[in-house]
């Protein structure tokens, strides 16, 4: 729980970062659903523990 998610339209996943476990401890995974093939993944740690982590897209305009 309280964990954070975005979606990633281009490379069809769901990134899931931090929250809590069953006993209040926070967590540092994070983890990717390939919507693909509907598989979890853990990418990596993060530098420190937390919940309700804020997540955004940053999307580069290219110039025709």
């Keep these: ?3 954070s998610m975005i979606f990633i339209e281009e490379k069809n996943i ?3 970062v931090g929250g809590e476990d069953l006993h ?3 967590l540092d995974s994070c983890e990717v ?3 693909s093939d509907n598989k979890w993944r853990f ?3 993060l530098n420190n523990k937390g919940k309700n982590i804020g997540l955004c897209k940053f999307i580069k305009e ?3």
């Design 1 to 3: 729980m309280a964990h």
């Design 14 to 16: 769901i990134l899931t």
């Design 24 to 26: 209040l401890n926070q």
């Design 33 to 35: 659903l390939d919507l």
């Design 43 to 45: 990418l990596n740690t």
């Design 62 to 64: 290219t110039k025709s």
